[in-house]
T-cell receptor, first 115, second 113 residues
Framework: NAGVTQTPKFQVLKTGQSMTLQCAQD?????MSWYRQDPGMGLRLIHY???????DQGEVPNGYNVSRSTTEDFPLRLLSAAPSQTSVYFC??????????????FGPGTRLLVL | KQEVTQIPAALSVPEGENLVLNCSFT??????LQWFRQDPGKGLTSLLL?????REQTSGRLNASLDKSSGRSTLYIAASQPGDSATYLC????????????FGQGTELSVKP
């Protein structure tokens, strides 16, 4: 298993540009989520999904969109990048219930710099 | 609103010491609590998960305890090694909200040879 994969690893954007951060998992996990990690703020939940076709907002959703058309993929879209979105973005997945009992598996992260 | 606090923010110990990292949370209505390790520039690796009905979990030199009533968890690392140097994060899963995690700010551990 590849686990949770994220692309790209690093990206530089100009203010106002849009982009999509990709996340995929091959563990057939129902639950997927996006976090951002900032110095002094810790990890904060952006959006999450409990299954294909179902998404919901987390703590800091403004400026981001998500969709979940398949179990495997959960892309995060930045609509119009702002310097405040400079951060490290992590995707995570888990079983909602069952033998793994919600152990969360994280991807390696995408480092985003908005100029 | 659930808040998670980790003390200390940073810790430096000589190799071989046993050490304890602390995590506290404000709302005892949690589904579970996880401890993660994060190496610089890397993602998070799950170390231990404690369900709300459990008191502790062990993996190798790591032991995590949970006291829901007092809102506290500890991560005990026995016989620390330089390879244990990393940031350790605890996170609670909010009750009845699937896998949503609320994280503490982490403890940065440095183990000196």
């Amino acid at each position: 298993n590849a686990g949770v994969t994220q692309t790209p690893k690093f990206q530089v954007l100009k203010t106002g540009q849009s982009m999509t951060l990709q996340c995929a998992q091959d563990m057939n996990h129902e639950y997927m989520s996006w976090y951002r990690q900032d110095p002094g703020m810790g990890l904060r939940l952006i959006h999450y999904s409990v299954g294909a076709g179902i998404t919901d907002q987390g703590e800091v959703p403004n400026g981001y969109n998500v969709s979940r058309s398949t179990t495997e993929d959960f892309p995060l879209r930045l609509l119009s990048a702002a310097p405040s979105q400079t951060s490290v973005y992590f995707c995570a997945s888990s079983y909602v219930s069952g033998r793994a009992r919600e152990t969360q598996y994280f991807g390696p992260g995408t480092r985003l710099l908005v100029l | 609103k659930q808040e998670v606090t980790q003390i200390p923010a940073a810790l430096s110990v000589p190799e071989g010491e046993n050490l304890v990292l602390n995590c506290s949370f404000t709302d005892s209505a949690i589904y579970n609590l996880q401890w993660f390790r994060q190496d610089p520039g890397k993602g998070l690796t799950s170390l231990l998960l404690i369900q709300s009905s459990q008191r502790e979990q062990t993996s190798g030199r790591l032991n995590a305890s949970l006291d829901k009533s007092s809102g506290r968890s500890t991560l005990y690392i026995a016989a620390s090694q330089p390879g244990d140097s990393a940031t350790y994060l605890c996170a609670v899963s909010v009750y009845n909200q699937g896998g949503k995690l609320i994280f503490g700010q982490g403890t940065e551990l440095s183990v000196k040879p």
